[in-house]
């Protein structure tokens, strides 16, 4: 049987050419050949973020979660006040990194699955100490939800807070311009969108962030120390050796890969990232459109759905097994994640390479169908096929 196709929200199917450029033999990080893919793929975070020139990008040999324990690290000294808008599973653990740092942290909780407006942000700012830092979770791969991240930076920058957004699940994916939206930390972790294996924890800091990182008065981990690693980042781009700690040789030529094909996207009418986006935004309406056509119901609200992945209640009668049924069928998606609601939902990844692969896309909603077939509640597959294919080509 050929391989099962990887469906969840990360690590993702790679691309034939990142595949590819990750089985070659360890360079060493001082050959001149990594030097140049390294500056190479440095600059192209800032492309791919939509960052401007004044932006430090930052790679650390690392998960997702590392990337939210540097930013938190360079950000907040104990006692400072933390605001984190929490939509999910991920909000609630950069609130853990915060007031383990010492920060004073408030959320402002939506329900499951719903966003949080920039009206209730307000409120909330406006009723306690003005907070150092607003965290933001763009895509909450809990519950599928996501964030307007442009009303929300704007609404904690009015408020003189620096803005920091957990971009796992929807940097290189969701529609985002970093400086336009006046966003200070953009992270992400290269194994969603990105399309890379797990192992490189990618944030872009912003002048103001890292002025902020200057006044510190508790410095970071120095593993975890911006300015640590700038002068390094800054040699790499200037085609120099350097060395702090030895950075992730085999998964940095393939970033340069990955960002290189984001960049290069050419969807007909749009070019680079916005042909990234709207491909995105044209595969999570088709998605969608299946699960409707196969009776499903979603966890996060109208308006409110990612992109990246889907977020989908089990039906009436259909039980937690439903993913180990749609894995019977060479497709693997993931259960719940968040804690209260586990057991309820289930969640189908469809961000990156595949996303230029409606045939992938088709097995996938078929998969689903044939596994809620087997379950004893049956769908008309067809007929969600159907609708995945009109809404790609639409
Ligand atoms: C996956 C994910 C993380 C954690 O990333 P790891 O690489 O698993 O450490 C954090 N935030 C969001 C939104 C995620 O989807």
Request: hydrophobic content about 50%; aromatic content about 6%.
């Amino acid at each position: 049987m050929s391989d099962p196709l990887l469906m969840i929200p990360g690590p993702v199917v790679l691309s034939p050419a990142v595949l590819a450029a990750t089985a070659i033999a360890p360079p060493s990080h001082v050959s001149p050949a990594f030097i140049e893919r390294f500056g190479s793929a440095l600059g192209r975070m800032r492309a791919v973020w939509g960052a401007d020139a004044s932006c430090r990008p930052m790679v650390l040999a690392g998960s997702g979660t590392l990337a939210m324990e540097q930013a938190i690290a360079n950000l907040v000294d104990p006692g400072d006040a933390v605001v984190v808008v929490n939509t999910g599973y991920f909000s609630d653990r950069i609130a853990e990194i915060a007031s383990r740092r010492g920060g004073r942290v408030r959320s402002v909780r939506a329900e499951l699955g719903a966003s949080v407006g920039a009206d209730t942000l307000r409120a909330e700012l406006a009723a306690g100490p003005a907070p150092a830092v607003v965290c933001l979770t763009h895509v909450d791969t809990s519950t599928g939800a996501r964030v307007d991240v442009a009303s929300l930076a704007a609404v904690a920058k009015e408020a003189g807070a620096l803005v920091v957004v957990d971009g796992v699940c929807a940097t290189g994916g969701e529609r985002a311009h970093m400086s336009a939206w006046g966003v200070d930390v953009a992270l992400t972790a290269s194994q969603k969108a990105i399309g890379l294996p797990v192992g490189l924890a990618l944030s872009v800091v912003s002048p103001a962030a890292w002025a902020a990182r200057e006044r510190l008065r508790m410095p970071p981990s120095l593993y975890l120390d911006w300015t640590v690693w700038q002068p390094i980042f800054e040699a790499y781009e200037a085609g120099r050796p350097s060395y702090f700690a030895t950075p992730a040789t085999t998964l940095i030529p393939a970033l340069d890969v990955a960002l290189g094909e984001l960049l290069d996207a050419d969807d007909g009418p749009s070019r680079g990232m916005e042909a990234v986006f709207t491909r995105h935004e044209r595969v999570g309406a088709a998605m969608r459109a299946g699960w409707a056509a196969l009776g499903l119901d979603l966890l996060p609200e109208a308006g409110a759905e990612a992109n990246t992945l889907s977020a989908i209640r089990l039906p009436e009668g259909v039980g937690p097994d439903l993913p180990a049924r749609i894995g019977k069928r060479g497709v693997i998606v993931a259960g719940g994640l968040h804690p209260s609601i586990r057991h309820t939902y289930f969640r189908v990844g469809h961000m990156g390479w595949v996303t230029t692969q409606p045939e992938l896309l088709l097995r996938t909603v078929e998969a689903v169908g044939a596994g809620l077939t087997d379950a004893g509640h049956a769908v008309d597959v067809g007929f969600a096929a159907i609708a995945v294919e009109a809404a790609l080509d639409g």
